[in-house]
């Protein structure tokens, strides 16, 4: 399925002289109405929603989100006079066409629009969300589900697709860690690789071309507190080192746009950052791509301080170099009038403009504006494209703990599933699936069920996701008690995870957990599969269960998954990419911290005792590390080869270890290289990732992992604030997790 991509940032000649003839015939106010991207849709009345609600609920399904709006009565007017280049969030293939329409055939010029969407982790087949797509640490796979993504999105008429999040996400209390890779600058940056290529994929079935908009530059995911929105103070250094690299993969892949963040950096929002927009992307990388608000973005600089109005939000903006405002209304009321009182200079627009129709021209737009409005139905939910949803899904969960209850037998007997997210339909698909239904997606207990017979289930909720609400824990303890083994599905509902939903407590909410003691005492074996979009406090529970499986929110075939994994049809590969806390007073807790001066293990002995950088009522380490994650066999790491003890600068460290499968079933085993920096100009992580292999074993089989690191994957921002390789020790280590104990050391040579 995977194949060619489109590289957006390759100038083409043919292209930029169609951009400057249309530059010429432009006036200022068609050239502002490329910069603005709005609305084409309006919600109906409430009354009209509670009625197609009603009949959606007769029906056994729910409202589709689109069905919930409808076209807004002045946007035709605001095409026609050429006062918006881009609409967002439309999926309607007839409506698509009638604006495209007015676009070509009624403005003087004829420049198409650009259909702008966010469709995070699938079109109407959702996959799991994208920090369980991490977990699988495949690549490739993730590649292949982000092209079904653009086939059903573009076949819908979506030509700009408002993903991948990119943002290192270190603050599980953060919601939007949903959307992301985790923790990790080079895991990140090569999902982010692979998720623009997918999206970008040349020969999509509409013969259309999608363009990826990886987001959110930059920082957003170090909000302060873990509090969506919230500030972000951080220096230079971590600024290069951990927050900008995953976009420039996602550049190097061809991503040719990006939307800028909300969050401020040091006191200066991101969306009026020169330093940011332009002194980076601009003069140091030499990026051509368009730069597009978030929502509001551009509007929020008023209550962020640094704007008194909307009209000097426009000024800081352009002059920051966002090239297109998403839905602020600042450029539409404002920007003409600054350039006409000199106040932004016309070449920052004509340069602005010039990147949103270099993006138009490259997508093909204004030769094949329209789409089919007949394919869009054929395309989506294909069986090609639901068997890839459950073997992402397969690979993305995580099996945390196992005191050897897994995997079940099929004739293991009578199975009580309970928990309020056993038979949560919607709760599968998780956050920012705005074209989902929930209607498509097979639920924990409809896996179950298929896996072992109907007649071996019970089934009771036993309480709700959250709140004190009604309960009743007395049926599911009942069932519990009729049972040969439990499957509790607990965890977080989809919409406690995704934007605006931080969480200062991360333990199961509501009654779950006085569901779970209840359980516990009835005396049957529990697995306990975890619903979340986003690592959980649960040191108590993982004490009271035989084994504990981090589903996520797996997407539309999340239940089959489970089920598949429980009973052994699969065997568990996924590997965490964020490490999940003991307690909230950790965070940020993740693998790549640093020494400091006392370290924990050997601080300084005052006044008769050791003063180390330590907690006295926890351990330092999370519950369960980075890159953890269980099979149903085992795996030995031996013969560590380095095969370069000297490495030049300009050369590559090549190592290599043998993994061999132990155990007595066939399991995937994700091979993980780390090293260390001895001695830097500045302190250096204690641990980081520089390579990763997935490896399919047989029992007893064994295989030799080698890898070949080029030494420009050493640099790091040094006192002097450049990038560059740094002469010295290195200590290196690989298995199968970041807390890997095969040891090795080479040095780098200048």
């Avoid at 495209?100 to 969300?129: C, M, N, Y």
């Avoid at 230079?236 to 690299?245: H, N």
């Avoid at 964020?578 to 790549?592: H, S």
């Amino acid at each position: 399925m995977t194949g060619d991509a489109v590289n957006y940032n390759r100038l083409d000649p043919a292209v930029e002289a169609r951009v400057d003839e249309l530059l010429a015939r432009m006036t200022l106010a068609e050239k502002v109405g490329q910069l603005v991207q709005g609305a084409p849709l309006e919600p109906r009345p409430r009354e009209e929603i509670e009625r197609l609600q009603r009949e959606a609920q007769e029906a056994g399904s729910s409202l589709p989100f689109e069905a919930i709006f409808q076209p807004r009565a002045a946007l035709d007017g605001e095409i026609r006079s050429g006062a918006i280049g881009s609409v967002l969030n439309l999926a309607d293939p007839k409506l698509v066409n009638r604006l495209q329409r007015i676009a070509v055939e009624e403005t003087r010029l004829g420049i198409p629009l650009i259909i702008g969407s966010d469709v995070i982790h699938g079109f109407r087949t959702v996959f799991p969300i994208p920090l369980a797509e991490s977990c699988t640490w495949n690549p490739e796979l993730l590649e292949r589900a982000s092209r079904v993504a653009a086939e059903e999105a573009s076949a819908h008429g979506i030509d700009w697709i408002f993903a991948p999040m990119v943002d290192v996400a270190r603050d599980p209390r953060w919601g939007r860690i949903a959307e992301g890779a985790g923790e990790d600058v080079f895991l990140g940056a090569e999902m982010a690789r692979a998720r623009v290529r997918g999206f970008q994929a040349a020969g999509l079935e509409s013969g259309r071309r999608v363009a990826a908009c990886p987001k959110h530059y930059v920082a957003y995911g170090a909000a302060e507190a873990g509090r969506d929105y919230n500030t972000v103070d951080i220096s230079e250094r971590t600024l290069r080192e951990v927050y900008l690299p995953p976009f420039q993969a996602a550049f190097e892949a061809g991503a040719g746009s990006v939307m800028s963040s909300f969050n401020e950096i040091g006191g200066v929002p991101v969306s009026a950052s020169s330093h940011a927009l332009r002194a980076i992307l601009r003069d140091e990388w030499g990026w051509p791509g368009v730069v597009l608000s978030d929502y509001n973005a551009v509007g929020e600089l008023v209550p962020h301080g640094v704007a008194a109005d909307l009209s000097e939000a426009a000024r800081l903006a352009a002059l920051a170099g966002v090239d297109m405002d998403m839905m602020s209304g600042a450029y539409a009321a404002h920007l003409a009038g600054l350039v006409d009182s000199g106040a932004v200079p016309p070449g920052l627009v004509d340069e602005a403009v010039r990147r949103v129709l270099r993006l138009k021209l490259a997508l093909g737009l204004f030769e094949h504006p329209y789409v089919d409005e007949a394919l869009g139905e054929r395309v989506v939910l294909r069986e090609e494209h639901r068997a890839l949803a459950l073997e992402v899904a397969r690979q993305s969960m995580v099996l945390l703990a196992n005191d050897g209850l897994l995997p079940l037998t099929p004739s293991a007997g009578r199975v009580a599933v309970v928990g309020p997210l056993a038979d949560a339909r919607r709760d599968m698909l998780g956050t920012w699936t705005l074209f989902g239904r929930e209607g498509d997606a097979e639920t924990v207990l409809d896996g179950i069920r298929a896996a072992v017979g109907e007649g071996s289930v019970t089934h009771a909720p036993g309480c709700p996701v959250r709140g004190e609400g009604p309960a009743d824990i007395e049926a599911a303890v009942a069932a519990a008690r009729a049972a040969d083994v439990v499957v509790a599905v607990l965890g977080e509902s989809a919409d406690m995870s995704g934007e605006a939903r931080s969480r200062a407590h991360l333990g199961l909410p509501g009654r779950q957990q006085e569901l779970l003691d209840a359980l516990v005492a009835a005396g049957k074996p529990i697995v306990c599969v975890l619903m979340t979009g986003r690592p959980l406090v649960v040191p108590r529970l993982i004490e009271q269960v035989g084994a504990l499986l981090v589903a996520w929110h797996g997407g539309i075939r999340a239940g089959r998954a489970v089920a598949d994994l429980l009973f052994g049809a699969a065997s568990p590969s996924g590997k965490l990419t964020a490490g999940w806390p003991r307690t909230e007073g950790q965070i940020p807790v993740y693998y790549g911290q640093k020494s400091t001066g006392r370290p924990a293990q050997s601080g300084v002995n005052q006044f008769g005792e050791p003063f180390t950088s330590r907690y006295i009522d926890t351990p330092n380490e999370p519950l369960f590390p980075f890159g953890h994650g269980l099979s149903y066999t085992t795996f030995a790491y031996r013969d560590l080869a380095v095969e370069t003890p000297v490495v030049a600068a300009g050369g590559a460290l090549a190592v290599s270890a043998v993994v061999e499968n132990t155990g007595a079933r066939a399991g995937d085993e994700v091979v993980q290289l780390y090293v260390r920096d001895v001695v830097g100009s500045v302190t250096r992580p204690l641990r980081e990732l520089k390579g990763f292999r997935r490896v399919a074993l047989q029992p007893g089989e064994a295989q030799t992992v080698r890898f070949e690191v080029p030494a420009s994957e050493l640099a790091f921002v040094g006192a002097d604030l450049r990038r560059s390789v740094e002469a010295g020790a290195f200590q290196l280590w690989i298995g199968g997790s970041s807390v890997a104990e095969l040891q090795g050391t080479f040095e780098v040579h200048q």
